[in-house]
C-alpha cells in the first residue's frame, strides 16, 4: 500500500487549501483514510477521518464546520478540504490508512491503528 498526499502550500488567514490523499495498493473499498497534522512542538493529533466503504466521517472539535473529507472511489483519492483557515491550522499534514470496515467515534484518531501513511505535505497559513 501507498499512499501520496499532495496540496498543501502557504495561504492566508480565511483562505482555503485542498489536499489529496492518494491510495493505491488495495485491493477492496474496505479502508479508511484519516488526516493526522503536527505542528512544530505539538503532538500529532487526528483532524478528520473518511471509511472509504460508506463514506462515514469523524472530526477533530478543532476544525468541524471548517474542513470536509470526502472521497472519490473510482479515482481511489481522500480530499480534505479545508476552509477558513488560521495561523493555529499551520502544520505538516499526513494521511494515514488501514484497512477493514469503518473505526468507531472513540478510536480513529489513534496512530496505532494505522500502518500505512502518506509522505506529509507542509500547510502554512499567514495572519
Known amino acids: 500500500v501507498q499512499l501520496q498526499a499532495s496540496g498543501g502550500g502557504l495561504v492566508q488567514a480565511g483562505g482555503s487549501l485542498r489536499l489529496s490523499c492518494a491510495a493505491s495498493?488495495?485491493?477492496?473499498?474496505?479502508?479508511?483514510i484519516v488526516w493526522f497534522r503536527q505542528a512544530p512542538g505539538k503532538e500529532r493529533e487526528g483532524v478528520a477521518y473518511?471509511?472509504?466503504?460508506?463514506?462515514?466521517?469523524f472530526y477533530a472539535a478543532s476544525v468541524k464546520g471548517r474542513f470536509k473529507i470526502s472521497r472519490d472511489n473510482a479515482r481511489n483519492t481522500v480530499y480534505l478540504q479545508m476552509n477558513s483557515l488560521q495561523p493555529e491550522d499551520t502544520a505538516g499534514y499526513y494521511c494515514?490508512?488501514?484497512?477493514?470496515?469503518?473505526?468507531?467515534?472513540?478510536?480513529?484518531?489513534?496512530?496505532?491503528?494505522?500502518?500505512?501513511w502518506g509522505q506529509g505535505t507542509q500547510v502554512t497559513v499567514s495572519s
Open positions: 495498493g488495495f485491493t477492496s473499498d474496505y479502508y479508511n
Open positions: 494515514a490508512a488501514r484497512s477493514g470496515y469503518r473505526l468507531i467515534a472513540s478510536a480513529w484518531a489513534e496512530e496505532k491503528l494505522y500502518p500505512y
Open positions: 473518511i471509511s472509504v466503504s460508506d463514506g462515514s466521517t
